[in-house]
Structures are given as C-alpha cells and as structure tokens.
C-alpha cells in the first residue's frame, strides 16, 4: 500500500508537494476549496472542501487512512486535530506548535521565554498603552493583529495611538488581539529554514536573504551575502532552538531582521515557505521532499546547495494573462520556471524563477531578468 | 488555457513528466493501460485505453486539442498519427523519425546512409544468410529481430544458422524481419541524449556510460569517465547527426558501443531513456523537462551538470515488495529516490536513486548501496 499524505491546501505550496510526493512513491491527497485550485491538477487525490467543513475533513481522512495530515497555511480550526486524533492520523505540525505560527502574541511571549532575540513588543489593549509604547521607542512602531496576517495584511507602521483604534475597537469586540511591536531598523531580512522530524533530527538550510518590495517577498539569495561576524550560525542556531523548543514537525521558517550585527526574531511559518523556493533547483533536497520526509519521520535530507548562488525572483500577477507564453520568450536556457497554475491576479504570486550561477550578480540579474518576461513579456 | 501534452503510456517515463509539466504550467493528459498505472497517479488528466484503439486516441486528442502528442515508448501504431493529422495535434516525435527506432533494418539502413558508423551487419531471410555473415564474422553474431525487442528481447547470440531458425520461420510467416550484427567486441556501453525541436534547435547532455548485467541497464555514469581521445565529442556529433538526420523532435537516446577508440552505434530510442534519469538530479535540465520542452517547440534548457559526477542506479524488483519502506532505511541523506508507484516483479524496472558527488567512486558506491537497500532491504 501506497502511504498517503494528506494536506490542507489548494495553493502552490500544496502543489509544489506533488512532484517529491511522486519521486518518493507517496500518494498526496489534497483539500482544495475548489477543483481549479493551484494544487488539484497535480494533486493525486482531491477532497473538495474547506478545512472548517467537518464532512470535507472526514473525507480527506477516510480510508485508506493518511500516514499524516499536513497543511500548507497556518489557518486550521481545532476541529481538525480533534478529527485527524479520533481517526489515529498524526497531524504535523499538530496544534501545539501550530499555535505559535497562528498567534503573535503566542509567538512572542515563547520567544521570549526560550532566551530568542525578539524585538521589544507589548500586548496593546488599549489606546493608553499605545502612547506608553511609542513614547519609550521613538515614536513609531509596528501594530499587528496577533492573528490573521499575510503578505503585509495585518501590519501597520503607526506614529499616534489613534492610529491603532480601529483594530483596538475590533478586538475588543472579540477580534484578534492586537501587538506593537518596535520598528527594528533593520538592514537586511534574512530567513532560515529548518526541518524537523517527530523523532527529533533536524536540518537546516544556508541562511538566506530576503528582498521585500512592498511588505512582499520579491528575491530571495542563497546563502545570504557578506554576513557579519557569525550571523549565519546565529540564525542557523536560532532556527532549530525554535524547532526543537516548540516541537515543529515539519519545515519551519524562521524570517529574521539583521540591524547592523544584531539579529532579531520576525515571523514564523510553520510549512514550505516562498524563502526556501530556491531549495528546488539549489539544494540537493528540496524543501517540499524535506517537508514530506519530516511528517512521516522519514530520515532528513541533505540541505547542502549545489551550486555557489541561487536566486529565486517572485513572479507577481502583471501584464502578462498566460504564463505559459512566457515561455517561448525567455532566452535564458538555465531559467528554472516553476508557474502555479493560478488566474493572473495584480500582486499575486502565480510562480517564480530560480537560477544557479558562480557568482551572484549574475543569478541575480538573470533571474530577475526572467521573472520580469514571465510577468510582462520583456518590460523589466 | 493551459497547453495540454497527450502522452502515450503507463509507464515510468510517462510518470516523471508529471513534475516538469506541473512546473511549467501544462496539463499532462495521459493514455494509460489501467488506472493503476505507474503514470496515473501523478497525471493531471487520464484516459484508459489501449493505442491501437480508435476511441481511446479519440479521447486522448479530444477537446480542448493538446498541443503536442507524444510517447514514452516506439510501439505506436500508424493510425494513431493519421487520427492526430486529422485533429491538427502535431504528432513528436512523428511517424517518419520514429520508424527507425522501431525497426532496427530501417535503422541500420539510415545510419549507413548518413556515413554513421555502424557494426558490420546484414539482413537474414534464410540459414544460408546466416551461415555466410558467420563466415566472415568470427563464426559468431548477434540476431536480432527487427520489431518489438526491448531490454535484451528479441537479441539472442548465436554461434551456428540452425540458431536462427525459429526467428526466421516466424519471419517467412509474416512476423518481423530479422538482422544480423557483428558481435562487437566491446570495452563499454556509452548513451548521448540529445533533445532537438522542430524549428531546428539541439542540446546534448554531457555523455554517459551505461553499465549493463543481463542485457538491463544497472547503472548510468554521467559523465562518462575516462573517454580515449575525442570519443566524448564524436559520441555527441553522433548524436546531433542522428537527431538532425532522422527529423527526430523530443528527446533522443543514441546507445553507443566503445571498442579501443572506436565507436559504432547501437540502438536508438526517441523519447526520454533510462541512461537520461542521472539528469533529474544532475543536470540543469531534466530530460523530462527537456522533452516537454521540445515536443512543445520551447527553446530548450541548460543541459550541464549541476555536480561533477553523477550516478544513477536502477532498481530492478528484489526481495523487498513495498519500496517505501526503504526510505526509512537508506542512512544516506543524499541519496535521490525515485520510485515508479509499480508493482514489484523479479528483474522489473521498478525505481531508481541518483547521487552526485565530488568524485566517481563515491557517487557510485553510494548510488549502487542506496539501490540496494530499495531492492533488497539492504542486503547489496
């Protein structure tokens, strides 16, 4: 019998899980909110559904039972684990660890307690405490909703406490709750990503770098450029200090900002993450096989690059409606086009570009250069 | 729209096109055996059917009109080209280039035509034939029936005429013509793929050497070592003549016999090949991706290697009947696994690992103890 993995997810990170899924003979059911979802045309199975459907989760379940339930975002109801437990399907990352990757404040009261470096922060009830938190950080900071929050959405840089009143009136009205946060002048964002399994190893890849445009990732260079000092084996040691300390199954990314040489806790995210996409022409393992080994708690695969620099463009929803155009149009014969299958929406990541070269302005530029024709047919 | 590929077969080659069709945004629409094929699984569209079967091709052509129709293997009846015509779905490669890897006379004949060096060689109709090409031949050659052989079927040595007498008998009936070669007194097996599109453009991967036991392919050198003088550039000059003579489209393996330093071709295949899998982990480019690629008349991708050396070792079916299993055992964490989602039989093709490394002997050792471990449980 085939083992299966199911995951909640109809995006391409649930998509880009089907071709190691395949490699490793694994069979992936998915559950997609519809049969045009990124992840259902590779998908080897597809529940359609929404993970708050109790009868779509019982399908995704049913038998031939799963060898474990995964998810490709954070937004999972309870109901879930409680369903996955009662069928005696592991759920990876279970709820536990998930926890920290749905809720901010749960986030940053754990970093804090694991001794990790956090930027200061304060849970904000009410107006008061916004004016008490600007006047001690120089008069600006970041408000956040605790939960919710994607790509930019739920965050917002604010300089007066009334700026934070709108979303300070909806958690009191049982919203989220609401975090600020210093606004870390950063350098640079950098982020690591880990793996690890039930049984405990873990393995992480070269720290890279992240270049937002926008509150949206656009480039990512593997490794991270001209470190200081032992950044990389900070972050390296950060990484896995926050799998191991919140019992992560799975990948996990860890997004950090580098302030000169002092290296601060951003966000997590416990899945396949847009800063690992370089791992699928860059790395011996990618992160979605190394994904579906940890939730089986198969053995980890090796982390290491295969060539000196990688560098994966974002493709955001631009001029051009179909993708596959593009690729009559790109002269760059070690391009690596990886589309997602998604309706071309502005801003929306529907696929990226890597390419691997000696040095890093060349991966830079030609990926760069790539993303820009697969967008827009030349226009850069 | 998506383009569609329509692929003809069940099979593991058909199967690893799944992933570099999803990457590229197609839709892979597959013509399979049964629903239990190894290609199923992983295909985005399935009808099941046979190729000599006027409605399943229907099916398989049927709106919305593939872009390209091709194959993971020769034995594709004419009619099947006549019912693309008539749908306006380009056939890759077509019935003109594929004759000659479907029948070994039309082969020879070509690469003779083309100053190609062939083994010395003759077609047989009688015990007379026979015993005249013996004569002048060492007393010993390899027969071979025209059509259908595959893996070490249809090749038989033979030492005397009455050897031949079964093959020629089912010839005078009606059945394939038959051929007989010098039995070439080889050092090593060397393959060149080369991918050519229609509108003329050509890469070849680097050459390999493909280690044979019992006729079946063990394991693939990638690239091959050691190569006397200018064999690695005849091999690939070879392989663009082939390509470029026969209007091949898609990928095309060309299996090279090393004698001393010279070097005779021995069979062709038009369409990705066991010697091409090393290239999945190992080259910028996989043929899968490549063969996309051209059928669909893209430019073509990079064909180096992405390690100094890579090793792919089969995995031919053993003692161990659920593969997955292994991947719990093989300790080593860049071993690359490929599994074909087949049933296991004694001596089937049914998976395949690659390893890269910075040295020959490791990647080899390596690769050949990682399949092991897949066959047999360990056992090597």
């Given at each position: 019998m085939t083992p299966i993995v199911a995951v909640v997810g109809g995006g391409q990170l649930a998509r880009m899980m089907a071709a190691p899924a395949t490699a490793l003979g694994l069979t992936l059911r998915v559950l997609v909110e519809s049969p045009e979802a990124a992840s259902a045309l590779p998908a080897h199975q597809t529940v359609v559904g929404l993970p708050t459907d109790p009868d779509a989760i019982q399908r995704l379940l049913a038998h031939p039972r799963p060898a474990a339930l995964t998810w490709e975002h954070e937004h999972i109801p309870a109901d879930v684990f409680d369903a996955a437990e009662e069928c005696g399907v592991p759920a990876r990352p279970g709820l536990h660890a998930l926890l920290f990757a749905q809720d901010k404040i749960e986030m940053r009261t754990r970093m804090d307690a694991l001794g990790l470096p956090n930027p200061a922060w304060t849970h904000v009830d009410t107006e008061g405490d916004v004016e008490d938190f600007l006047a001690v950080h120089g008069g600006a900071g970041v408000l956040k909703?605790?939960?919710?929050?994607?790509?930019g959405k739920g965050v917002r840089v604010i300089h007066a406490p009334h700026e934070a009143a709108d979303w300070l009136r909806a958690a009191a009205d049982g919203g989220p709750r609401v975090l600020l946060e210093e606004k870390v002048p950063f350098d640079r964002e950098l982020a690591v990503l880990v793996a690890r399994r039930p049984s405990g190893e873990m393995r992480a890849w070269p720290t890279v770098e992240s270049i937002q445009r926008a509150g949206v990732c656009?480039?990512?260079?593997?490794?991270?450029?001209?470190?200081?000092?032992?950044?990389?084996?900070?972050?390296?040691?950060?990484?896995?200090?926050?799998?191991?300390?919140?019992?992560?199954?799975?990948?996990?990314?860890?997004?950090?900002?580098?302030?000169?040489?002092?290296?601060?806790?951003?966000?997590?995210?416990?899945?396949?993450?847009?800063?690992?996409?370089?791992?699928?022409d860059g790395a011996?393992?990618?992160?979605?096989?190394?994904?579906l080994r940890?939730?089986?708690?198969?053995?980890?695969?090796?982390?290491?690059?295969t060539a000196p620099w990688?560098?994966?463009?974002?493709?955001?929803?631009?001029?051009?409606?179909?993708?596959?155009?593009?690729?009559?149009?790109?002269?760059?014969?070690?391009?690596?086009v990886q589309l997602y299958g998604k309706g071309v929406r502005a801003g929306r990541k529907v696929g990226?570009?890597?390419?691997?070269?000696a040095t890093r302005d060349e991966a830079y530029g030609r990926a760069v250069a790539a993303a820009a024709i697969v967008r827009d047919g030349g226009a850069a």
């Open positions: 909703t605790s939960r919710g929050g994607y790509d656009s480039e990512v260079i593997a490794p991270a450029p001209d470190l200081p000092g032992d950044v990389a084996a900070e972050a390296a040691r950060i990484g896995e200090a926050v799998a191991e300390g919140l019992g992560v199954t799975g990948v996990l990314a860890v997004e950090l900002f580098l302030a000169g040489d002092r290296i601060l806790v951003n966000e997590l995210a416990m899945r396949p993450h847009n800063s690992g996409h370089w791992t699928i011996v393992t990618s992160q979605f096989e190394q994904h940890a939730v089986l708690d198969l053995p980890l695969g090796d982390t290491a690059p990688t560098v994966m463009a974002n493709v955001l929803g631009g001029a051009r409606a179909t993708l596959t155009d593009a690729l009559a149009e790109i002269g760059d014969p070690g391009a690596k990226h570009v890597n390419v691997s070269a």
